[in-house]
């Protein structure tokens, strides 16, 4: 099969139970952050991706980019995306349409994959691993209920946590900070992994490297594996000075877009793990670029696809197709990874999640769960109508 043609892209809005974030400005459960998006093809063969950003936006920019990938091959995603990518410059690019060229990008790797029987991630280049660590990503809270929160999700097999956003640094108390801490590896053991995230991308973040630096020093004294995002977004010159001094790993990138964007803070030492998210950076094409650039300045990639079942389906296959990559961000408690596929995630008994091995990205969407979060699920499995 040489060609298989692009029919039609569609994308569906999640609502209703989307995760809080911690963020200043809260996110209520009706706000659509995320949405999923499907590649219809003149073979039948539908390809699924998704996309961290407002389901208005991502129906906008499909609309705009349509003349560009219509009647498109399927089965060249890396070209499709980058002919996105260069013919879109003048609109801003690395913003909201990058972030919806992610989702068809993903959307092509499934279909490549369904066409030519393979995983993803044998199609990236070859597979290392078939599971991988999911840490289980919770939002801070005070230390009692988040002890709480802990205990559960220990309990129910993970063994890897992040704890960020929310009061942490936020409410402008160290005490409570180190408290919040304290709690949560007192919660988990001395055996499993704690990482903690500032979230300093939120607005308005209001410390700076030196805040960044004691805190470095206390989340050391608790056994954290990484602190995250624990410096505006800009603030690269920085960044480089906390990696040199901090006794923990310096972690970030989550809001970068783009791998141009990327390489003056890998060239530049500014991390000691990058965390691209592939639902905004320019999809599963553009991931597989930063986590090889990163392995060649020695930098560790761990993904940051987490909003939906479909992101994490294409972060387990890059985990797959990375040598090194022995982690994958798994947010606790959200039905949009839980509850919108026939086989949600499911732990082994180190707690450790399978990387599907079947063709595509491995993940079937479920119509009748996701009739409870997007008004017109059907958009996602059939081209009739459009
Ligand atoms: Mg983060």
């Known amino acids: 099969m040489q060609s298989v043609k692009i029919t039609s892209v569609v994308a569906a809005p999640l609502f209703g139970a989307s995760p809080k974030g911690g963020w200043s400005s809260e996110i209520k459960p009706e706000d659509s952050v995320h949405a999923l998006i499907a590649v219809h093809t003149d073979a039948g063969v539908t390809g699924h991706g998704s996309v961290f950003s407002d389901g208005r936006l991502v129906q906008a920019a499909i609309d705009v980019l349509r003349p560009l990938f219509e009647g498109e091959n399927a089965l060249d995603p890396e070209r499709v995306a980058e002919k996105l990518n260069q013919n879109s410059f003048w609109m801003g690019r690395g913003g909201t349409l990058t972030h919806a060229i992610s989702g068809i990008d993903i959307a092509l ?125 800009d603030a690269i010159d920085d960044y480089r000075e906390l990696r040199r001094a901090s006794p923990v790993p310096i972690a970030g990138g989550e809001v970068l877009t783009r791998r141009q964007t990327f390489l003056p803070w890998l060239a530049r030492g500014a991390l000691d793990i990058v965390q691209p998210d592939v639902t905004k950076v320019g999809g599963i094409s553009e991931q597989r670029r930063i986590a090889w650039l990163a392995d060649d300045f020695g930098v560790k990639y761990v993904g940051h696809g987490w909003n939906t079942a479909v992101g994490l389906a294409a972060d387990l296959q890059l985990a797959a197709a990375m040598p090194l990559t022995d982690l994958v961000e798994f947010i606790g408690g959200s039905p949009y990874v839980d509850d919108i596929t026939t086989e949600p995630p499911t732990l082994d008994p180190e707690g450790y999640l399978p990387i599907p091995m079947t063709p595509g990205l491995g993940v079937n969407l479920d119509r009748e769960r996701l009739a409870r979060y997007t008004p017109d699920p059907e958009l996602l499995f059939s081209d009739e109508r459009r």
């Open 109 to 233: 790797w499934d279909i490549l994959g369904k066409v030519t029987a393979q995983p993803v991630g044998r199609l990236l280049g070859g597979i290392y691993r078939q599971r991988v660590q999911p840490y289980c990503s919770l939002l801070m809270q005070e230390p009692a209920p988040l002890a709480d929160t802990l205990r559960a999700m220990h309990e129910s097999g993970f063994r890897a946590f992040k704890i960020g956003w929310g009061p942490f640094g936020r409410a402008l108390d160290t005490k409570l900070d180190e408290a919040i801490v304290r709690a949560a590896r007192e919660a988990i053991g001395p055996g499993a992994k704690l990482f903690v995230d500032a979230g300093a991308s939120d607005a308005h973040w209001p410390h700076g490297l030196k805040w960044a630096l004691r805190t470095a020093e206390m989340l050391d004294d608790y056994d954290a594996g990484w602190f995250e995002e624990p410096l505006r977004p």
